[in-house]
Structures are given as C-alpha cells and as structure tokens.
C-alpha cells in the first residue's frame, strides 16, 4: 500500500532538486485531507498504558490521546475514543467494531500480516525493573531460575522471550502494567521488561519499583487500520502527523509526558476515596442499569423455557434443553467476547458494549432461571396437580391457581441468589470496555498504582450495593410470600 507519508516525502525532495520550492510543498502538506473532511472515525484504544494512554480527573489522555485528537484536528476528522484493552482493541478491530488502534502498538511483521500501519510516531525501547527493595537482581545474568513478567503482546513481552533461554529464566504475559507492577512488588515474579516511557512515567508516579538495566532498542509504534481498509483515514494520520512534527506541535506533546511528567502528589486513603468517588458512581450507575435490564430480561426467559421444559411438547423441552446446554455450558467470558467481537464479523453488523453487555447477561441468567423454574414446578406435589384437573380444573388454570403460587415460594431464594449473581459477573464485562464499577476502578489504579485501596474501595461498594439487593429481595418476598 502507497501511504501518503512517503508521498509527501518523495514531493518535497522531488521539489527541492527542481527549484528549492519547500515552502510550496509545506502549504500543500498542511492541507486536510478531503477524504475524512467532517467523518467521525471510532478509535480503539488500551486502558492502561501511562503515558501514552491513561485517565486523569476522569478524563483519557496521553501522547496517544493527544496525538490521534491533534491530527484529527489538523486534518478535519472527528474521533471517538473507545478504551478497551489492548488484546481488547485489536479483537475490536479485526471484528470492525473501530475503525483503527492506537495503543502504543508496536509495527511486526506478524502484525502487518494483519494491519496497515502508519508511519512510525514514536521509537520504543525495553527495560528491566525489579521492587525498590531487591538488591539481588541487577542484571539478565540474576535472573537464572526465575520468574519475570510482561505485558501481552507487548514488545517487552518479545525481548524477554529472546533472552530467556540464554539467561534460564521463565516468562508471565500478564495484561495490563499496574498488574505487572503489582506482581513483582507481591513477589509472584522478580522482575518485569516493559516499555521504557511507561515504565519511567510509572516510576515517578510511586509505582514501588526501579530500573535496574540501560534501553534495549525496540520497535516503533504506529498507528493501525484493518489491511486495505480505511486507506483514506491512514492517509490522514501520516499527512496530520507530518504537520504536527514540521510545526513543533509533535515534540510538545513528547516533552509534556516524557521530559516534565507530573510527580506523583501524597494523598491519605480517605483523600483517593474523595478523588475516586465520582468515576466509581459513573461506574456503579451503569453496573446497576446493565443488572437491571438484564435481571429483567432474563426472568422473562426463564419463566417462558422454564414452561417449555414441563411442556408435554417433546420440541418444546428439546429447545429448552438447548438453550440451557448452551448457556451454561460455556463460559460467561466467552460469551460475552462473542457478542460482542464474534457476532458482528459473523453479521457485519456493530454491535455497542452495553447491549452485548445485556445479552451476555440476560441470557446466561435466563439458562439458570430456567432451571429455576423447573425446579420449582416439579417440587410439587403432583397430586396438587391432580386434585385441580378433579375440581374440572383446566390445564392452565391449575397451574394458575393451583402449582404456581406454591413453585414461587419455592423458587423466591433461588432467584434471589441468581440476582446477586448477576450483580457480580457484570464485573467481567470490563474485559470488553464496558466502563461498570471495576473498568473504573481498574482505570483509577492504573494511574494512581495505588492497587490495594482502589480495589479495597470497589469492593466495598459492591458488598454495600448486593447486601441491599438481598435486603430488599427478603422484604418482598416476605410480604408477596405469607
């Protein structure tokens, strides 16, 4: 593919051996491209990547963030910034739910089997870091034996996978760096290889760990898009990043997070909880609406497969049967990956996190209510059953009047847990950007590194949210089940 990058390039040298006119290639450099002229392109991003990208106050920012908003600027796009994960972002991609990445994403040739990337915006490097408190790791050679840690995917992660075998030492992937860090300071590895601006920036922000080798030359980072697809939007990106470096705009952006990063300012425990609350509300709101929806869309599937599964029907209970087989014999992370990367490749449709949030869901508790319901009909007596059919009882009215009210009370406790145990696993929806209570609280410890607390806090609040749920469960049951 022909970018517009080396284009540029090839016109102005092609300018300058006939005349010197530069100042006639800059002007035409400056122009936006009208191809992305007024589009909105949606970008996938990672959560936590300081500090290319990260939250503040709540907000995404970065050298990526400003970057990918600089030259949208420059060149008359609009973005919408979706932070996902990296593995997240790219399945995102692949599956066209964003229209390109950038992620601190370093250019491979596996990847550019994959993506058409951008011109290079910035060279990487690895280094290695041990807990501020290890003395005995201070080269490769101390590592025989050991354990280290690296970001998936990353180009840490491929470094220290080229020299374990000379130095004897074992490689964890883990996903994100507040994890890795995390993981060594615990004592689970000794050692983490990540990329030297993150690791840096998480250095002075009190992250508990130093460097102890010089930069090993990496990769360079690059903007990416589907191969042969958004050509036009990459075209833009090259000729807006060209702009941004020619007019200096480029190595501000660089010296702003690199060179002047801001110390890390001393707050007590109470101090994170008033500086977190605010994003954890944002977050519990949408765990409670995401809970909601799907409590009330799934009670309605259990109660209608429940049905079909003490239907006379042989179809209908076979369809029961594969409906609850599916959904609870697969896992809920699996399902949600598939609703939400799976099913738009298959269908060509996108599809937003919070409904394949929902469906994820709803779905899953509905298999479990099913066989709730079923349960709880079959409890039983069947003599009840019999003892309304001999009143003249119809079929419908005897369960009406006769088996249900008594599989409700019977059924009461076991929805309730299902309840509390959809509360929870709207937890695992933050693997696919769905920004509830622990995307957020994975957001604030991602630039904080203050692990321990902010997690402390999250669970706090859920243990408040589910006791109230229970609470409020028993007191209805008690007054509708006298």
Request: aromatic share 10%; hydrophobic share 45%; no cysteine.
């Amino acid at each position: 593919m022909f970018r517009a990058g080396k284009l540029a390039v090839a016109v102005t040298a092609l300018l300058a051996l006939a005349g010197g006119f530069v100042g006639v290639s800059a002007a035409v450099a400056s122009q936006p491209q009208a191809a992305v002229t007024g589009e909105t392109y949606v970008i996938g991003t990672d959560t936590t990547f300081a500090p290319f990208e990260y939250r503040e106050d709540g907000e995404l920012t970065g050298i990526d963030m400003d970057l990918i908003r600089d030259i949208a600027a420059n060149q008359g796009f609009t973005v919408e910034i979706k932070s996902l994960g990296f593995d997240a972002a790219l399945q995102a991609l692949q599956s066209n739910q964003v229209d390109g990445v950038i992620a601190g994403m370093s250019i491979t040739d596996e990847r550019e089997l994959i993506f058409d990337f951008s011109d290079p915006y910035f060279d990487s490097g690895v280094q290695m870091a041990v807990a501020e408190d290890n003395t005995e790791i201070t080269q490769y050679s101390d590592l025989a034996g050991e354990t280290v840690v690296a970001k998936r995917g990353s180009e840490g992660e491929t470094f220290a996978n080229s020299i374990k075998d000379e130095y004897g030492f074992t490689v964890k992937a883990l996903a994100d760096s507040a994890t890795m860090y995390d993981d060594v300071k615990a004592g689970n590895s000794v050692a983490v290889f990540d990329d030297y601006p993150v690791l840096a920036y998480g250095i002075n922000q009190n992250n508990g760990l130093k460097s102890v080798t010089e930069k090993e030359q990496g990769s360079s980072y690059g903007f990416a898009v589907n191969k042969g697809q958004n050509p036009e939007l990459l075209a833009a990106f090259n000729t807006g990043l060209a702009e941004l470096k020619s007019n200096g705009e480029y190595q501000t952006i660089l010296d702003t997070y690199l060179e002047q990063p801001a110390p890390a300012v001393a707050s007590g425990f109470f101090g994170l909880l008033s500086d977190s609350m605010p994003a954890l509300m944002k977050g519990l709101g949408l765990t409670l609406l995401a809970t909601g929806l799907s409590i009330l869309i799934a009670l309605v599937l259990g109660v209608l497969f429940g049905f079909f599964t003490v239907s006379a029907s042989r179809v209908l209970r076979g369809i029961a049967s594969v409906y609850v087989s599916i959904f609870r014999g697969t896992p809920l992370l699996v399902q949600a990956f598939f609703f939400y990367f799976g099913l738009p490749q298959l269908t060509g449709q996108s599809i937003d996190v919070l409904t394949a949030g929902v469906l994820t869901l709803s779905l899953n508790a509905g298999a479990y209510m099913t066989e709730i319901v079923r349960g709880g009909i079959q409890s039983v007596d069947p003599g009840q059953t019999e003892a309304g059919r001999s009143l003249g009882l119809g079929y419908v009215t005897t369960m009406r009047r006769v088996v249900l009210p008594q599989a409700v009370k019977i059924m009461t406790p076991s929805f309730i847990n299902q309840f509390v145990m959809t509360l929870k696993d709207t937890s695992l929806l933050a693997v696919i950007g769905f920004a509830e209570l622990t995307y957020q609280g994975q957001q604030i410890y991602a630039a904080n590194f203050r692990t321990g607390e902010t997690l402390l806090i999250v669970a706090a609040l859920y243990f408040i949210v589910i006791n109230l749920l229970t609470m409020l469960s028993n007191k209805l049951d008690k007054r509708f089940n006298k």
